[in-house]
């Protein structure tokens, strides 16, 4: 019995994989379910960020895309990427302690990749 059962199980797994492969290769080897989608280019937005006034380097000032969950903080050296970003227009905010936030409307970021120069002025 035991055999019996083993023996139809394996058959089972057997056809169950041969009429999966097959499946697979009437579509091209691609599953049915699978859909080939374009891979969309992205681009990444950078720069550095100075105070206004005295032109040193600020770290820790949060850079972010306004309306989107994208958003990154400057390095030791004033430095920031915001990485797969999708080409268009966007709206960037820059803010930090102390300082009045700035904003960037309408950059048009495209595959040049051209750096920004963010300048903070202090609320003082």
Known sequence: MKKSLLTIT???VVVFAFASSKGNSENG????????IPAVS???????VIDFN??????????????STQKVHTDFD????????????Y???ASFISYN???????????SGQ????????EN
């Open 42 to 48: 992205s681009v990444s937005i950078s720069g550095k």
């Open 10 to 12: 394996f058959i089972a």
């Open 54 to 67: 005295s032109g040193e380097s600020l770290a820790g000032v949060e850079v972010a895309i306004v309306g």
């Open 78 to 89: 004033g430095n920031f990427t915001i990485e797969n970003v999708k080409p268009g227009s």
């Open 101 to 111: 936030k700035s904003f960037i409307e309408k950059l048009n970021v495209d595959k």
């Open 115 to 122: 750096p920004l120069k963010i300048k903070l002025q202090s």
């Open 91 to 93: 709206n960037l905010i």
């Open 29 to 36: 080897g691609k599953s049915s379910e699978a859909t080939s």
